[in-house]
């Protein structure tokens, strides 16, 4: 992906070149070709080196990391500037508990975030929104005839991965913001049972407005997630997702846990004096417990007052 690239440049396909060993590419990563880069019908590039990453978002598959398989990290994207947590307001459900852990890892890899709640048409932001007061978490409204102009505002000049639950409606999004993508929408089906109906990522060059200099940016289109597993995060830096509670730890005894079974964890006087919200300060510990393996792993990121699901 060349983000320096003019849109007139040819898209080239390339495959990895032999000497990249074990390293793979993944959406976002800049690279080094060499061979035939006309990017004319036929021609085709190889990839001889990828890029230093300045920054990498990954997720871990499962939550559970006591086994191999909850341990196996994938990396989502690179060089991302800005994470876009797209939570649709109904249908599915908003999972407050989803978007923390998505806050945890965009802090983890020095992506800005961006909550983007669709569906609006459907239900309000007020739940949603009132649980994120404490944070100064930038945020869009959308629905089927929003203006994106705001949201194009903050796109521009970066790149920007969007990451949701399947059916929240991110393909569609990207079709509004890049007409030609053509992205494969789907319909709704329950959460974790259901087909995603995008199955790769996909970065895209959103394209120059008319009222607007410089680079429009780009747009990554993710394939929707059940969970976002943040086993590879480590018990100190998942507090950085929860930043209007981070604060309150110097007050806590040295190797405090922060569990809800920590006799002094200053979080508790912290919420009790109304310096942040206890749900937030539960949700963060059900994700620390989530990584011992204790909670409940099929709905790992839904915090009690959430909608439930279909409703
Ligand atoms: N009412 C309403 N429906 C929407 C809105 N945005 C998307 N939808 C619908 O939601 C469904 C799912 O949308 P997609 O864009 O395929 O969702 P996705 O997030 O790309 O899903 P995956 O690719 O499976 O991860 C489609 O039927 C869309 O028409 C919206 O703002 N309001
Ligand atoms: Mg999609």
């Not at 991110?170 to 995603?196: C, F, M, Q, W, Y």
């Not at 005894?253 to 569990?259: S, V």
Request: aromatic residues 4%; glycine residues 8%.
């Amino acid at each position: 992906m060349f983000p320096d690239a003019g849109p007139d440049d040819p898209t080239v396909t390339a495959m990895r070149a032999r000497e990249l060993g074990r390293k793979s590419v993944v959406v976002g990563d800049r690279v080094s070709l060499v061979g035939d880069i006309s990017g004319a019908p036929g021609a085709l590039a190889r990839i001889v080196r990828i890029a230093e990453r300045r920054s990498v978002l990954r997720r871990t598959a499962e939550d559970d990391a006591t086994t191999a398989e909850g341990r196996l990290e994938r990396v989502v994207v690179a060089n991302a500037d800005q994470l876009v947590i797209v939570s649709a307001l109904a249908d599915p459900p908003p999972r407050t508990g989803f978007i923390d852990r998505c806050l945890v890892a965009a802090y983890d890899a020095d992506i800005e975030p961006l909550l983007c709640l669709t569906k609006a048409d459907l239900a309000g932001p007020e739940a949603v929104l009132g649980y994120y007061t404490e944070l100064e978490l930038p945020y869009v409204l959308i629905r089927p005839d929003s203006d994106l102009a705001a949201l194009r505002a903050l796109l521009a000049g970066r790149v920007s991965v969007l990451v949701g639950h399947s059916g929240v409606g991110k393909s569609t999004l990207v079709n509004r913001l890049v007409p030609e993508a053509d992205r494969a929408v789907g319909t709704v089906s329950a959460i974790g049972r259901g087909r995603h109906t995008s199955t790769s990522a996909v970065a895209l060059r959103l394209p120059p407005q008319p009222d607007a200099d410089g680079d429009p940016g780009w747009i990554i289109d993710t394939p929707g997630v059940r969970s976002f597993g943040l086993a590879h995060v480590s018990a100190e830096s998942l507090l950085h997702g929860f930043p209007d509670l981070v604060e309150a730890t110097v007050d806590c005894p040295a190797n405090c846990q922060h569990t809800a079974e920590e006799a002094d964890c200053a979080l508790d006087a912290w919420v009790a004096s109304g310096k942040a919200d206890p749900r937030r300060l539960a949700s963060y510990r059900r994700l620390l417990a989530s990584r011992s393996g204790e909670g409940d792993p099929r709905e790992p990121e839904r915090n009690p007052g959430d909608p439930l699901a279909g409703s």
